[in-house]
């Protein structure tokens, strides 16, 4: 069948002799600083009857919401996860006796000023049995960075099939296709591993003076992005 305008007929991926194609891959990887760090707040209570651990609870997480809350545009993100209240029973005697009675509230707070967070981490560590987890560096997904890596790789692939065309004496004609492969951050929250850990003293520990804010070092960020490109070009003399 003789190809039409309304029938173009079907491709031909590798080109012709007089188109022929060429197919390369541009890719880039960029290093760059994080946007926002996460971090992972656990309040605890414990005791003996049901409606007093909950109180302490209660108010430990109303302190820590309030703490995190100081800190005003520095803290981007500030949310309650999940929320526990469990009875512990003996493990001797006839029957099921409650021992204790064991709350926990989680709570996840991003922040874009890495110097206050060094400064919260601290404070909030030394809360009556307030656990810190993290930091997770990150960058945002609508983040420039991004966008700079598939530019990087578009300009990579379009020189790369230039040098080609080039070896053989020709120049290009057209791009035919382009494919976005992949474009992340290869460390997103939250499979980046946390840079520490913290644990608060007990409700009964002596209260010694406040903590130094802790010097935390921001983790780099790697953004890839990958493309594939197809190219014609002026058929050469072999």
């Known amino acids: 069948m003789t190809p039409t305008p309304e029938n173009p007929g079907p491709a031909t991926p590798y080109g012709t002799p007089a188109a022929p194609r060429i197919a390369v891959r541009g890719e880039a990887h960029l290093e760059v600083d994080p946007e926002i760090a996460r971090i992972g707040i656990t309040v605890s209570a414990r005791g003996t009857d049901r409606t007093d651990a909950l109180t302490d609870l209660t108010r430990r997480n ?3 919401l309030d703490l995190v809350k100081t800190y005003g545009d520095a803290v981007e993100k500030l ?12 493990r001797h005697g006839r ?3 409650v021992r204790a009675y064991h709350g926990r509230v989680h709570l996840t707070a991003e922040l874009t000023d890495f110097t206050a967070l060094g ?3 601290t404070r909030l560590a030394d809360l009556d049995l307030t656990s810190v987890d993290g930091p997770w560096w990150a960058l945002r997904p609508d983040s420039p960075a991004h966008r700079h890596a598939r530019q990087q790789a578009v300009r990579e692939a379009v020189q790369r099939a230039r040098e080609y ?6 120049t290009l004609t057209a791009l035919v296709e382009l494919a ?12 980046a591993a946390p840079q520490f850990a913290m644990r608060s003293r007990g409700f009964d520990a002596a209260a010694p003076e406040q903590a130094p804010a802790l010097d935390l070092e921001p983790e780099r960020q790697h953004v890839y992005a990958q493309v594939n490109a197809r190219f014609t ?3 050469p003399t072999l």
């Open 62 to 64: 109303t302190t820590a």
């Open 79 to 90: 949310e309650t996860g999940t929320f526990s209240i469990a009875p512990e029973l003996t």
């Open 95 to 97: 029957g099921e006796r």
């Open 119 to 121: 400064e919260l981490t």
């Open 165 to 170: 065309a080039e070896a053989l004496g020709t």
């Open 180 to 191: 976005d492969l992949e474009a992340e951050n290869v460390q997103p929250y939250p499979t």
């Open 233 to 235: 070009m002026s058929p």
